[in-house]
């Protein structure tokens, strides 16, 4: 028999062990020093091989001295005293199996058996918590490798434990599994042994690590253990305060309790747990969790985790948290709105859901539609992410497709980068998972629709007419009703003379019944009546005659009446049915059948007419979300940006057109600086039409070449430059297969039957080809010239035009060449493909044809690009077409000899327009390339020239400049080549000769083009003589082009080039000249410099086309730094309100791009203001609204907001209208104010204080205030917001007359309004700054006009009179005009503009 020894009692504390409690409960007698604990553990292993488990009994107080120890024990000590407490309770629990059976087992073993478990139990859960603590406090100081205690850290155990906490959870689960009962007496386990294990699992979860993947056995023996635990203490509640404890100061184990749940719930029965943890979270106040923030992510994790385990059991308990959805904690929605959507996924998903199923299905997805819109933007996300997953999972009913849709569209518009993709991302959910079709064009949905809701339309009226009027007893009744009470009434009335009584009443109640009915078919309603009041009497209380008779006998009668007849007649209709003979059954089904066939009929018509009804309006749905998508496809934000354009691409391939443009507008999204924006569109097309489902590659081949000619059909220049880099890509990745490649061959030299288009195509396809390998157009050089430039040119231009710029590819880079080894690739004059293009060119000449012009532009450029002696081909065509101009003109005079002379209003003499804008447009042409020819390639050469004879002559004469070095010359020649001058100067050097060149020989009387100088000035100066449009523009265009030659031909002709931009009546003129101009302002910037403000001037002009023209030549202009933007960008901020949506597109380009270069916006933002608010200005007050609320989105720095409110307070001073009260005020709401920004506000009250009368200007002030009072701050910083505030309203109160008043001490005096001066009177209109009246409130105006208004004061020069003639020559010298401008509009050079190099290109 075992000595159990005094009672073991588990204690609260460690040390409650070392006191006596008087009770004569089990005290450690002593507590071992350190180091007598290794021959105190040796004894307890010699005791436990003899005795066993109960060893402990006579033990424990060695153990227990390693706990009191456990910081300072060796590391030793430590697993010496694990290994031998896991052995005691292994070997413990495997007797214990065998002693519990036992049913002869003693009082005094048992009670031994029972201490020793619980001291075995106590010991090996205070190593396990011990371990534990150790673990954590070592990952620290891991974490702060610079703190102190390194020497312990190091001498810890941490690994080991690692590797046994498992097995020893293990042996406390088995442990638990045994019928501990019987050791306390058949009664259920001790509380506190219980609490025990699980505490040590507790703790054990507290360690944030736990998470990790390599502690997954860890995790699965801690729910284990925890489970057999609540199995046999059964305490739900305390398990539930912890867990929730644990997830509100915890957020790591949400995910682990989350799974640990699901697993007693479905393993182990313990379903109330879920119910009573969730309840628990329920009941939690919504305002304190706000307020404490530790505990919402652990909550949120745990039930959205638990829902997608158990959706079942928290669907059951989802209303004790239903009221979280209103509480403020965007968290704790989004977490129950997620257990919504695992309910509708997993639960509430099917057809053959039952009623109530049905109802809390459309709740829940009604709470989720009224999300969407939620404040937050986290949940408006996270709904839409659900319903992306519900749709998926195809758990979203069809009545309620087209409400999510809507939702999802509407979502588009959302201010939120995340609500944006997500809503994309469901509509992308949407297409591919829809029930209606694989094509969803709405085109095509819209025929069959109407067709079938006509056939609908016309099957009911067909049902409506065959269908039989059916009248029922009930109806019957109330058509006699009238009549039978008249006969009723009559009983209660004396027999007349001659009535006597006949009737009497059947023996029975049956055949009294038929007898009453039969005499109501007869319409005998008295004798009827008369005898249901006898058989009332007389069946009195047998059906059908009972009734009170003597309360309302009339009411008793008329009411059995009413039944008898009534199932007299359902019983007869039903009788006369059940009494025809068998032989009419089979007729009488068919006839039934053939009733019961056109409502089935009607009911598939209505049905699919439904279907299609949907399928419409699905499709125009996201027809709609295709036009919202296709605007943020050029968002910051690289996320959105690849959503719209994988949802373009899956759009298209469910067959909707209007997808196509937004394929294209992607194109442009290939230059993206963001390479994952640019992989997102090469995947894009990629998918589109490289990934093709034909079996062959020549079918695939064929597929591509279609897919990609549908493409370029009236594509733009940009959109086919773009396509270019996306086929280059390709190529050089050989993606595009020689099968492609082969076929377009094919197709361009007609072996392939196809239209002229499909032609042109297979050419510009080649060349975007050529570009990733040039060989491909290289080999085939031949083919080209000989079949896109044969005599059959002419009959297809456009197919020639599209050849050269093929062969153009063969140029290469037109930039110098910084290798001086690489020759450039040049063809002589002989080749054929000179021959042939001058051939064209010249036979071209002579007939009209509105695509010869830009054929001839590609060739000159051609020519000049691979042409040796490319000026010499080009005089010769200039000659040959010239020669054709004249003998044209010449023939013209001899066949009108004989009549009178007389002038064409469509040409100069008898010549054809068109040749004459040929022959202008051929020269302007063959001048710009000369100058390019000159300035890239003639260049380039020379200094590869250059450097070869460098590189031979030091190579030669390495042994003399030696020498010359160690001479004073030498020296400095060296420092000169240090410093990198030599080079420079032979840059300098031959950029002077090709200058030299262009000033001194291409205009003068020897070369060429000064013959065609006379012609040019003549249809400039002369609109009204050469009226043609084509002509004016053709001459503009080349009168620009010929003024790049020569700065001195430039500066004698501005003038003239400037008065036809400005006041030329023809649309194209203007914008061909305001892109000379642009040229010419990087060509020669200090000439153009003073012609600025004429510039800024066609941004107001009244045709959309040049104002988008000047937008585009201005954004060029001003992001060089080629002009000058302060005071006058005001006019491209103008552009932001433009009625069209292009030139709106334009301006904010520019904006955006200048937000780039460091602070220029926030430096021209006070005078755009200024001009923009100035009443001369004539913006209208939305409009400005409209325009700060973009400029002020560029406004981010902290700096920059500060200072920009102190300026537009002090703008409030010289401010002259409530207008621009207005305007300031409203400009300050823009601003992201700050509490420095309130202090700024603050400093300069008395700057508007005397402004707040006007309700708009308070109310502005009011607007910023509570904005800044909802973001929060620090306590100063609102009460100095209720300072402001209250100063506010005090001045808005009192009015203008109390304003200086409400500030103390404040001598601001008032602002006087400023005269405006008068200037002098111009015919132009206000186009720009420069015409607007000088007042105190604008800018000041810059120099150049400055000097203008000098000049006026002396006396004008004599200026060459520049006459616009009319067309009708007689009368022009009383008709003329002067097209001169006047002295005052004349501009005066300022400060040149410094060229940044010598030799910058055009």
Not at 214 to 236: D, I, K, P, S
Not at 456 to 472: G, K
Not at 1020 to 1039: F, K, M, R, V
Not at 1218 to 1226: F, I
């Amino acid at each position: 028999m075992a000595d159990a020894g005094p009672q073991f009692q588990l204690p609260l504390a460690a040390a409650d062990l070392l006191r006596d409690d008087g009770r004569g409960h089990y005290v450690v007698q002593e507590v071992l020093p350190p180091r007598e604990l290794p021959p105190a553990l040796v004894a307890f292993r010699a005791a436990f091989r003899s005795r066993g488990a109960l060893a402990v009994l006579q033990h424990f107080d060695a153990v227990y001295s390693v706990l009191h120890h456990f910081r300072t024990a060796g590391s030793n000590v430590k697993e010496d005293v694990l290994e031998l407490m896991v052995q005691v309770v292994s070997r413990h629990s495997s007797e214990l199996s065998a002693i519990l059976s036992d049913s002869r087992l003693s009082l005094a073993n048992r009670a031994a058996h029972l201490n020793a478990l619980k001291m075995n139990c106590y010991l090996l859960t205070s190593l396990v918590d011990a371990f534990e603590m150790e673990t954590c406090k070592n990952r620290l100081l891991e974490a702060d490798p610079g703190g102190k205690n390194k020497k312990n850290h190091a001498r810890t155990s941490g690994p080991l434990w690692e590797e046994e906490r498992e097995p020893v959870l293990q042996l406390l689960t088995q442990l638990l599994q045994l019928d501990l009962r019987q050791l306390w007496g058949g009664l259920s386990v001790e509380e506190e042994f219980v609490s025990l294990m699980m505490g040590s699992c507790y703790r054990i979860l507290e360690n944030p690590s736990i998470s990790h993947q390599r502690y997954r056995g860890t995790r699965e023996a801690v729910t284990h253990l925890l489970a057999r635990a609540l199995l046999h203490c059964g305490q739900m509640f305390g398990a539930t305060l912890k867990i929730t404890q644990m997830l509100q100061h915890f957020e790591h184990v949400a995910p682990v309790f989350a799974q640990a749940v699901s697993l007693w719930a479905n393993e182990y029965g313990l379903k109330s747990l879920v119910g009573e943890l969730l309840r628990e979270i329920g009941q939690k106040c919504p305002q304190d969790l706000a307020r404490e923030a530790s505990g919402l992510k652990g909550y949120a994790t745990f039930i959205t985790e638990l829902a997608e385990q158990i959706p079942a059991l928290v669907l059951s308990n989802m209303s004790v948290l239903l009221h979280h959805l209103d509480g403020e904690s965007y968290m704790m929605r989004n977490a129950i709105l997620a257990a919504m959507a695992e309910a509708l996924m997993q639960v509430l998903n099917g057809d053959e859901l039952e009623e109530a199923a049905r109802g809390t299905r459309d709740k829940f997805l009604k709470m989720l539609q009224a999300h969407v819109c939620d404040v937050h933007s986290f949940v408006r996300s996270r709904v839409l992410q659900l319903f992306t997953r519900i749709v998926q999972h195809k758990a979203l009913p069809l009545t309620q497709f087209q409400a999510v849709v809507s939702l999802a569209v509407g979502r588009l518009k959302d201010k939120s980068v995340l609500v944006v993709k997500n809503a994309i991302q469901l509509l992308a959910a949407f297409l591919s998972n829809n029930p209606f079709s694989c094509k969803l064009s709405s085109a095509d949905l819209a025929e069959p629709l109407k067709k079938e809701v006509q056939k609908l339309q016309e099957m009911r009226d067909r049902v409506r007419s065959t269908a039989a009027p059916v009248v029922t007893p009930e109806e019957e009744w109330e058509a006699m009703l009238p009549e039978v009470r008249a006969a009723t009434q009559q009983l209660f009335q004396p027999l007349q003379e001659g009535e006597e009584e006949v009737l009497e009443v059947e023996e029975t109640v049956e055949s009294t019944v038929e007898q009453i009915t039969g005499l109501l078919r007869k319409l005998n309603y008295k004798s009827a009546a008369r005898l249901t009041q006898k058989a009332l009497c007389r069946f009195q209380g047998k059906e059908p005659f009972s009734g009170p008779m003597e309360e309302n006998e009339e009411a008793t009668i008329l009411d059995v009446l009413k039944r008898l007849y009534t199932v007299c007649c359902a019983g007869s209709c039903q009788g006369e049915n059940s009494e025809d003979p068998p032989n009419d059954n089979s007729h009488n089904n068919k006839e039934v059948a053939q009733e019961e066939q056109p409502q089935t009929e009607l009911v598939k018509q209505e049905l699919l007419v439904q279907y299609l009804q949907d399928a419409y309006n699905f499709s125009v749905k996201i027809t709609e979300a295709l036009n919202l998508i296709s605007k943020v496809m050029y968002e910051n934000s690289v996320s959105v940006v690849q959503e719209a354009i994988e949802f373009f691409v899956t759009v298209l391939q469910f067959g909707m057109p209007q997808a196509l443009l937004g394929v294209r507008r992607m194109l442009p999204l290939i230059w993206s600086k963001e390479p994952g924006i640019k992989e997102a569109v090469l995947n894009a097309y990629r998918r589109l039409y490289l990934s093709s489902s034909e079996d062959s590659e020549r079918a695939k081949a064929h597929s591509l070449v279609h897919s990609l000619s549908l493409i370029m059909v009236d594509a733009s220049l940009g959109t086919i430059q773009c396509l270019e880099e996306i086929i280059s890509e390709f190529v050089q990745k050989d993606e595009i297969k020689p099968a492609v490649i082969q076929l377009l061959w094919e197709r361009f030299t007609e072996k392939s039957r196809c239209s002229s288009l499909e032609r042109r195509a297979a050419v510009m396809l080649l060349g975007m080809m050529a570009r990733g390998k040039p060989e491909i157009i290289g080999s085939n050089l031949d083919i080209l010239v000989t079949v896109g430039l044969s005599e059959k040119a002419c009959e297809d231009y456009r197919l020639a035009q599209e050849v050269c710029n093929v062969l153009s590819k063969l140029a290469g880079n037109p930039k110098p060449a910084l290798d001086k080894n690489s020759v450039p690739f040049r063809l002589p004059q002989n080749h054929m493909l000179f021959s042939c293009l001058s051939e064209t060119v010249s036979k071209g000449f002579g007939q009209p044809s509105t695509h010869w012009i830009p054929f001839m532009e590609a060739a000159v450029t051609l020519i000049y690009q691979l042409a040796e002696g490319a000026e010499e081909l080009c005089a010769h065509i200039l000659q040959v077409c010239s020669q054709q101009a004249l003998e044209k003109l010449q023939e013209s005079d001899g066949q009108n000899a004989g009549d009178s002379p007389r002038r064409d209003s469509d040409g100069a003499g008898s010549l054809p327009t068109f040749m004459l804008v040929h022959l202008v447009s051929l020269v302007g042409q063959v001048a710009m390339q000369q100058v390019a020819y000159l300035e890239v390639s003639v260049s380039a050469e020379l200094r590869r020239r250059r450097l070869l004879k460098e590189e031979k002559t030091k190579k030669n004469s390495d042994s003399n400049k030696k020498q010359q070095r160690s001479q004073s010359t030498g020296n400095e020649t060296t420092m000169e080549e240090e410093l990198g001058l030599v080079g420079a100067t032979a840059d300098d050097t031959e950029a002077e000769l090709i200058r030299n060149i262009c000033e001194t020989e291409l205009l003068d009387g020897k070369h060429l083009f000064s013959a065609f100088v006379p012609l040019l000035l003549q249809i400039c100066n002369n609109p009204g003589l050469y009226s043609d449009s084509a002509l004016s523009a053709a001459a503009a265009l080349t009168l620009g082009k010929i003024c790049m030659i020569s700065s001195e031909f430039c500066e004698s002709h501005l003038r003239l080039l400037f008065t036809m931009m400005e006041k030329s009546t023809l649309p194209g003129v203007r914008s061909n000249l305001i892109i000379a101009a642009g040229d010419l302002a990087i060509r020669f910037p200090n000439l153009v410099e003073p012609w600025t403000s004429h510039l800024y001037a066609r941004l107001r002009d009244p045709c959309p086309s040049v104002r988008q023209t000047a937008g585009l030549v201005m954004t060029h202009l001003i992001l060089k730094d080629m002009v000058k933007v302060k005071g006058q960008v005001s006019e491209m901020a103008a552009l932001l309100i433009d009625p069209e949506e292009a030139i709106v597109g334009v301006a904010q380009n520019f904006f955006g791009e200048l937000s780039n270069k460091g602070n220029a916006i926030y430096n021209l933002l006070p005078d755009i203001i200024s001009h923009l608010s100035s009443p001369d200005c004539g913006i209208e007050e939305e409009s400005f609204h409209t325009i700060m609320r973009h400029l002020f989105s560029y406004i981010t720095k902290d700096k920059q907001t500060e200072s920009l409110v102190e300026k537009l307070c002090q703008r409030f001073r010289t401010a002259r209208t409530e207008r621009q009260y207005r305007d300031l005020s409203h400009c300050l709401t823009l601003l992201p104010v700050s509490e420095r920004g309130l202090h700024k506000l603050q400093d300069n009250f008395d700057c508007f204080a005397d402004k707040l009368q006007d309700p708009a200007v308070y109310n502005c002030f009011q607007t910023l205030l509570a904005r800044f009072c909802r973001a929060g701050g620090k306590p100063e910083a609102k009460t100095l917001a209720e300072e402001l505030e209250q100063k506010l309203s005090a001045c808005h109160n009192r009015g203008l007359d109390s304003a200086e008043t409400c500030q103390e001490g404040s001598q601001t005096p008032m602002p006087v309004p400023a005269k405006r001066k008068t200037i002098a009177s111009s015919r132009r209109q206000p186009l720009s700054p420069a015409n607007r009246d000088d007042d105190d409130f604008v800018t000041p105006q810059p120099r150049n006009l400055r000097n203008q208004k000098r000049d006026q004061k002396r006396p004008p020069r004599k200026k060459v009179m520049i006459t616009f003639s009319s067309s009708d020559e007689e009368n022009s010298s009383e008709d003329e005009q002067s097209a001169e401008l006047r002295d005052e509009e004349t501009p005066t050079k300022t400060t040149p503009i410094t060229r940044s190099s010598a030799r910058r290109l055009r």
